[in-house]
T-cell receptor, first 115, second 106 residues
């Protein structure tokens, strides 16, 4: 079966612009979570969605938002981009929410560069 | 205070060596993932375990929930094992370790 698909793979944006990233989970998975990976900070949790509801949110400013659709596909949006938003954005899907002892599968990530 | 501590941060080994990566955590969890990330970013889930030990090929993962500690072992290491290995204790969210960068030299 298909893995977790993230689009686009690479993206270059200008400061002040906004960006939308997409994540299609493995078929049947209802939980999608998003992470930011930067060289200095490592992987940091952004938010997690389960059945279209945001269940958990990390410590990121309101410029970072997300949503999940009825088919479990998820999007995350970053508005008013800053240079520091340059990072690899990863999403993970699992059958159930983290903590329910379910295995997570990660996408290849979207590498965002803000110039 | 970091919720997850991995050691070592960097590791260089000769091909064929036995490798151990350690992970200690302070959060309450129901399971722990070990992830492998190759240059370029793609992440692969190696193991998810909640007790005892799991083995997959040359990889072995152990966890002691009471001591809040997990280890990842690689037997007969190979240059293709060169990657970053990330420990991810999992409670109501994933808690990420900073990763161990492994380089295996032929």
């Amino acid at each position: 079966k298909a893995g977790v698909t993230q689009t686009p793979r690479y993206l270059i944006k200008t400061r002040g612009q906004q960006v939308t990233l997409s994540c299609s989970p493995i078929s049947g998975h209802r939980s999608v979570s998003w992470y930011q990976q930067t060289p200095g900070q490592g992987l940091q949790f952004l938010f997690e969605y389960f059945s279209e509801t945001q269940r958990n949110k990390g410590n990121f400013p309101g410029r970072f938002s997300g949503r999940q659709f009825s088919n479990s596909r998820s999007e995350m949006n970053v508005s008013t981009l800053e240079l520091g938003d340059s990072a690899l954005y990863l999403c993970a899907s699992s059958l159930d929410i983290p903590g329910m002892n379910t295995e997570a599968f990660f996408g290849q990530g979207t590498r965002l560069t803000v110039v | 205070k970091n919720e997850v501590e991995q050691s070592p941060q960097n590791l260089t080994a000769q091909e064929g060596e036995f490798i151990t990566i350690n992970c200690s955590y302070s959060v309450g969890i129901s399971a722990l993932h070990w992830l492998q990330q190759h240059p370029g970013g793609g992440i692969v889930s190696l193991f998810m375990l909640s007790s005892g030990k799991k083995k997959h090929g040359r990889l072995i993962a152990t966890i002691n929930i009471q001591e809040k500690h997990s280890s990842l072992h690689i037997t007969a290491s190979h240059p293709r094992d060169s990657a970053v290995y990330i420990c991810v204790p999992t409670g109501n969210q994933f808690y990420f370790g900073t990763g161990t960068s492994l380089t295996v030299i032929p």
